[in-house]
């Protein structure tokens, strides 16, 4: 009968030396960067072009995600059908996403088909047509969708903590509204296709298996774009709410309140930044925080809270969410008070500092696994204009950090009067 | 082609092992042969309410969850109409904290009354985050009761009722746990940075001398064959109206379900299927529209759903969706397309061996259906599949005597 009261001896995930693989980096005649991590047992790969063309740009509400998703709805020679038709019939997905800063466009296929796709790839980053009828098509279904979210009280939460904390006019805090579809026009989205895609600046990621001629491919089709111009990202200033907590009722036959906690914080650049990742785990960020164990695991309040830095290029923020039964919405801000105050006051003892570090190295360790983490880390670092020191120090600063540098980044940023407070029913 | 071995402990526990010495990590994978098909009709979501109860403690271990995140590990779970899966991520090194965690709760539970307390209220809340304060919510409840008569496929996994769940007793969890948490009623795959021998030995050391108990014999009543139409409307505080449609199916190892399963690929999915192409692109007549199946082992549905573009009427809306479903079943379908939504499952299925993760759990699935063995031959099956029995399988399927319709209206 083994001993079943100890646990088996461990390795301390907090002494591995992680390490960041290298990626390739090389650029297209244009000047265009590629990175590529050429790995793994899977003859899959994945091309993302990240292109400066995110709603920061532009001039008309949502005008920026409107290109982005009908780039792949027309071009001089093909319809909608027979695009996405082509990519369908070998099994690759073209997806696209549009973020505040940046727009994507991420190729998922067999390896063996990627000469096939490009041709198409490139097609719908130079002779997109944006047709009439897709636009209204593409109006109407958002304007439809829109109704339905604005039926969840955590999609409403999430639209207004963005505007209090950063304003609602800043990229991270507008919103999309009923008039904004309806107030697209092709000519707006040509515009924006012709100033940020066509004439617009793209760093290129690639990873998975890739073929020996993988750099060739990419500039016989790329090379010649015009995707390397200069692309200044506007610094935008954060105009936060005055009024600190709201309660709205978005719902009255609502069984559950969406809370959001949350506060400004700096970006990346902050010597606090990287630390500060320790405190969020230990305050939210993982099944075993001290929010999960009170609210959740203790109380029973909620399916679960969750704290976490969002995830910007510039100014951030410091949320904490939950969804929450409706009568025991103010029991559970109060607990999340209580437990901001515990932090302030109390050392963290050493055991559950070095559970955290644990846990956070043995994560990171699984997230370094496989090209395509490999690749999203090293996007992540040049998106941010870093590079893999900041990885490195990433890593020093969970290892090293005491607990009374946790009391002290708790005592300068986990006050109550600094955080907005939001209840949406 | 996953490569892995197996071996069965003396109590019954089938272990599968996979090697991949190309990650520092290591997965170990339990999955039990229980899900809520397997509860009582008067005490619905009792395997959902388990799960959570597994991470209460166990006999020796009073927190499941602070060993394995000192061992720098992270851990889910979940629940199915079918099945139970405890899935661990961990540095390999630490491997044994996984094993030392899974055996002991195997073993058996520190049953307490205050975590029960604490989990009704949680899985209470969840069903109240995902069912009951979202518009649409209440749907598949409904859809479900429709469609079965006696088979316990006509309950949600999270319970037919809040009440349910709020109600659990400790002596019922009690006796759910040693009818189902058995050696012999699980699978366990072990995946990554490790040997078949060091798992061997460790599967003997800690699962080994756990009590084989009594082995679960399934007898599930059998749904008997549908007949005629089932028609249900509702109003609802929702702001556009839906239209559901789903139609009885074959079992999970049925060689028709992979024609089944090519069909839901052929009418929707990507933006050249068929039912977006023309019910929303060019019909305009719903602003989203899905075809999906839910891939249950015994025989499950396949269900076509979406919202209505404002204005339009649902017998029109349905009509249109209709003369899809006829195309299917008059006109041979074009070995491009098909040969298309081929190629969209071979590449599925090599994007999802990406992760070890999703390895381990495909071979513990598999297993459990009968032998890992079967996530190698899947791709075979899928390109086996004509044309002639796209058509034929259509026929058998899309008849209104075997269909399930709700419409959903706005009251706005």
Redesign the interface.
């Known amino acids: ?2 001993d ?2 100890t ?7 907090v002494d ?1 030396n992680l390490t960041l693989k290298p990626c390739d980096k090389y650029a297209l005649t244009n000047g265009a960067p590629v990175y590529a991590v050429n790995a ?5 790969l994945q091309l993302e072009f990240v292109f400066f063309a995110g709603n920061c740009f532009e001039e008309k509400n949502t005008v920026a995600a409107a290109t982005n998703y009908l780039l ?1 709805n027309g071009t001089r020679t093909k319809n ?6 082509h990519f ?6 073209l997806n696209r996403a549009c973020y505040s800063e940046h727009a994507t466009i991420t190729l ?3 390896s063996k088909h990627l000469n096939v796709l490009l041709p198409v790839v490139k097609e719908i980053l130079t002779e997109a047509i944006f047709p009439e009828e897709e636009l209204e ?1 593409f109006k ?2 958002c304007k ?2 829109l ?2 979210n ?4 955590d999609f409403i939460a999430n639209r207004l903590i963005d505007q209090k904390l950063y304003g609602a006019d800043h990229p991270y805090g507008k919103f999309s509204s009923m008039e904004d579809y309806e107030a697209l026009h092709t000519d707006d989205l040509k515009k924006f296709y012709a100033d940020h895609y066509v004439n617009g600046k793209a760093i290129l990621f690639a990873a998975g298996k890739l073929p020996a001629d993988f750099a060739t491919q990419l500039n016989n089709f790329f090379g010649e774009l015009n995707i390397n111009q200069p692309a200044n990202i506007p610094q935008n200033v954060s105009l936060p709410a005055t009024e600190k907590k709201s309660r709205i009722n978005n ?1 009255p ?4 309140g969406a809370i959001r906690i949350a506060r400004s914080f700096p970006g990346r650049y902050h010597p606090d930044f990287k630390k500060v990742m320790v405190l969020n785990n230990l305050l939210g960020g ?3 925080s001290r929010l999960m164990a009170n609210i ?8 679960g809270i969750h704290s976490f830095i969002q995830n910007h290029v510039q100014d951030t923020a410091w949320v904490i969410s939950t ?3 409706k009568d025991v919405c103010e029991a559970t801000i109060d607990e999340t008070y209580k437990e901001m105050k515990l932090l302030r006051d109390t050392l963290v003892d050493e055991e559950e500092l ?3 570090k ?2 956070m ?3 990171n ?2 997230d370094l ?2 090209p ?1 983490q490999i690749i999203a880390r090293w996007k992540n670092l040049i998106l941010n204009n870093l590079d893999e020191k900041y990885f490195y120090d990433s890593m020093n600063d969970i290892k090293n950090i005491s607990a009374a540098e946790i009391k002290d980044l708790a005592n300068k940023y986990l006050v109550p009067e600094q955080f907005f407070e939001l209840v949406v029913i | 082609m996953v490569e892995f071995k197996k071996f069965t402990l003396g109590n019954g526990l089938r272990v599968i092992v996979h090697e991949d010495k190309s990650t520092p990590m290591a997965v170990l994978d339990v999955m039990y042969d229980v899900g809520s098909r397997d509860e009582d009709p008067a005490q619905t979501g009792f395997a959902h309410l388990f799960e959570h109860l597994m991470f209460g403690g166990s006999i020796n271990i009073p927190s499941y969850d602070e060993p394995l995140q000192m061992a720098g590990g992270e851990n889910n779970a979940y629940t199915t109409n079918d099945l139970t899966n405890y899935y661990i991520q961990l540095p390999a090194e630490n491997l044994e904290t996984a094993f030392w965690l899974e055996s002991d709760r195997m073993l058996s539970l520190a049953f307490g009354d205050k975590s029960l307390a604490v989990q009704r209220k949680v899985v209470s809340e969840e069903f109240r985050e995902h069912y009951l304060n979202k518009p649409y919510g209440e749907v598949w409840h409904k859809m479900r009761e429709l469609a079965y008569t006696v088979h316990p496929y006509r309950w949600m996994t999270i319970g037919k009722e809040l009440s349910h769940i709020e109600n659990a007793k400790l002596a019922d969890v009690k006796s759910f746990f040693h009818k189902h948490y058995t050696p012999s009623n699980a699978v366990m795959c072990v995946a990554g940075n490790i040997t078949f021998d060091q798992v061997k030995e460790l599967s003997e050391k800690w699962f080994g001398n756990i009590p084989a108990g009594e082995k679960y014999e399934r007898r599930l009543p059998e749904e008997p064959k549908q007949t005629r139409p089932h028609h249900l409307e509702i109003k609802a505080k929702v702001p556009l109206d839906a239209l559901y449609k789903c139609w009885h199916i074959y079992s999970r190892l049925d060689k028709r379900y992979y024609t089944t399963d090519l069909i839901t690929d052929i009418l929707s999915g990507g933006g050249s299927s068929r039912l977006f192409q023309s019910l929303v692109k060019e019909k305009k007549l719903f602003s989203n529209i899905e075809c999906y199946h839910f891939g249950s082992v015994d025989a499950g549905l396949i269900a076509i759903e979406g919202k209505l573009v404002k204005g339009i009427k649902m017998e029109a809306a349905e009509k249109a969706i209709l003369e899809e479903l006829d195309k299917m079943k008059t006109e041979e379908i074009s070995e491009a397309e098909l040969q298309k939504v081929k190629n969209k499952t071979e590449s599925l299925i090599a994007f999802e061996d990406v992760s070890l993760m999703n390895r381990a759990n495909s071979l513990a699935t598999y297993e459990l259906l009968g032998d890992a063995d079967l996530m190698n031959k899947e791709l075979a099956h899928y390109q086996a599949v004509t044309a002639a029995e796209i058509r034929q399988e259509s026929r058998n399927i899309f008849d209104e005597n075997n269909c399930s319709t709700l419409y959903y209206y706005s009251e706005n």
Do not use: W
């Open positions: 009968m083994p079943r009261t646990i088996p001896d461990i390795k301390d995930a591995f793994g047992a899977e003859e899959v792949k909608a059908f027979s695009i996405n038709e369908e019939y070998y099994g690759a997905y998922h296929c067999l098509i109407q279904n439809q969708r109704s339905v604005l039926q969840k009280c719902d036959n609502g069984v559950q993982f099944f075993g959740r695991e203790e109380k029973g309040y909620t399916y969804e929450a039964g070095l559970l955290v644990n846990y190295m043995g994560l360790l699984g696994d496989g395509f």
